[in-house]
């Protein structure tokens, strides 16, 4: 049974940092893509960052280029993001996101494995 968990949500302070992890279970993790998504109440879910099998490939929003950093560690079946410099518009519900296949890039419908999410929240 392929399982993606995120951990490392909670609430921040404008210019703070946090680190999502996203542990996965059930699937061969370097024939995936990882991705990296959010949504607000009322809005369309989009995808802030995307990282190929070996690292070597990443995709970032505008939003947040300069500021988030997605890894992955194929040894330990894991992607995290990085987030720095936070701001409130970067409050949502992250969810980590699988993509079979090592091509590059990927569409964001290519995403078919998802995880529960975990909450942001940025505040002052």
């Known amino acids: 049974q392929v399982q993606l968990r995120e951990s490392g949500g909670g609430l921040a302070r404008t210019g703070g940092s946090l680190r999502l992890s996203c542990t996965t279970t059930?699937?061969?993790?370097?024939?995936?893509?990882m991705a990296w998504f959010r949504q607000v109440p009322g809005k369309e879910r989009e995808c802030v960052a995307a990282?190929?099998?070996?690292?070597?490939?990443?995709y970032y929003t505008d939003d947040v280029k300069g500021r988030f950093t997605i890894a992955r560690d194929n040894s330990k079946d894991t992607v995290n993001l990085l987030m720095n410099n936070l701001k409130s518009e970067d409050t949502a519900v992250y969810y980590c996101?699988?993509?079979?296949?090592?091509?590059?890039?990927?569409?964001?419908?290519?995403?078919?494995?998802w995880g529960q999410g975990t909450q942001v929240t940025v505040s002052s």
């Open positions: 996101a699988a993509a079979y296949g090592r091509q590059w890039p990927r569409s964001f419908s290519d995403y078919d494995r």
């Open positions: 059930g699937l061969t993790f370097s024939l995936f893509t």
């Open positions: 990282i190929n099998w070996t690292g070597d490939y990443t």
